[in-house]
């Protein structure tokens, strides 16, 4: 499955962002598709999972109800929004899929290219 993630930018303390990724090779519906991070120097950072019918999300414990992950199956594409965004927000995000419902990167078999979030203070 390629994966193609946008919606990266610069944004200030505070603002919004959201981010897409289309896979356009089937079957997009019966893949649990994530969100991870990577900031420099650190490891690659779990952020959300939908599972493939839409009606499981899980979240990594530092987004405290401030980003909503959701998937549009018709459009084989995921959403990340992200709100109240903070400088330690500031990564690549990838998006990746798998076939089982996980949060664990290595679960995870396809991954994009990441976009850049910056989160200016």
């Known amino acids: 499955v390629q994966l193609q993630a946008s919606g990266g930018g610069l944004v200030q303390a505070g603002g919004s962002l959201r981010l897409s990724c289309v896979a356009p090779e089937r079957p997009f519906s019966t893949y649990t598709m994530g969100w991870f991070r990577q900031a420099p120097g650190q490891e690659r950072e779990f952020v959300a999972v939908?599972?493939?019918?839409?009606?499981?999300?899980y979240y990594g414990n530092f987004v405290k109800g401030r980003f909503t992950i959701s998937r549009d199956n018709a459009k084989n594409t995921v959403y990340l929004q992200m709100n109240s965004l903070k400088p330690e927000d500031t990564a690549v995000y990838y998006c990746a899929s798998s076939n089982t419902e996980t949060t664990v990167p290595r679960d995870f078999g396809s991954w994009g290219r990441g976009t850049q979030v910056t989160v200016s203070s």
């Open positions: 939908i599972n493939d019918s839409g009606d499981g999300r």
